[in-house]
């Protein structure tokens, strides 16, 4: 009896595991996803009322930083982040999102190539930094070598330290 027990719970779970599954069809509606978004949501409608730093650089080398863009909120938080690059057949921004208490949690990501493509990149991160979905998707064009996944190093988990890092070309 208790083996038995045992495997229907275990079945079940599998099947509510199977269930929640975020796939391509159905990450929309997914509640991670929705929390993220709501943040993003949040952010986006009070980024005006927000503190803004920005720094722009001309071209120097490959992908090293054009403009870096740090939002923080009236507690001092930073909540959102942007910095962008390119090369000479190719360009990436990062639009890096927060929660209300300094936590990545969703970084978008725009790029473009020589060929006409245009990418958009989603990434969704839980509140203890897990990174639970990520989709990538071309808009236009043939496609690029843009990564996917996308790497965790080109990610911006401290934007504060990120924006006032020197740049790569300062000499």
């Not at 725009?110 to 969704?124: D, P």
Request: proline share 5%; aromatic share 12%; net charge positive.
């Amino acid at each position: 009896m208790k083996n038995t027990i045992l495997l229907i719970t275990t079945l079940f779970l599998g099947s509510a595991a199977l269930a929640n599954k975020i796939t391509e069809k159905n990450w929309k509606k997914n509640p991670e996803v929705i929390e993220v978004r709501k943040i993003y949501d949040a952010n986006q409608k009070l980024k005006k009322g927000w503190g803004k730093q920005d720094k722009v650089w001309n071209y120097c080398e490959p992908y090293a930083d054009t403009q870096r863009i740090l939002i923080t909120d009236k507690k001092g938080i930073a909540r959102i982040y942007s910095n962008s690059g390119g090369s000479d057949d190719s360009s990436v921004n990062w639009e890096s999102h927060y929660d209300e208490n300094g936590k990545l949690r969703f970084v978008f990501i725009t790029g473009g190539a020589a060929n006409g493509s245009k990418l958009e990149h989603r990434i969704y991160f839980r509140a203890n930094g897990d990174r639970f979905w990520e989709l990538q998707k071309y808009v236009e064009g043939p496609g690029y070598t843009f990564p996917n996944p996308w790497p965790q190093d080109q990610l911006t988990t401290d934007p504060v330290a990120a924006y006032k890092a020197p740049h790569p070309c300062a000499k």
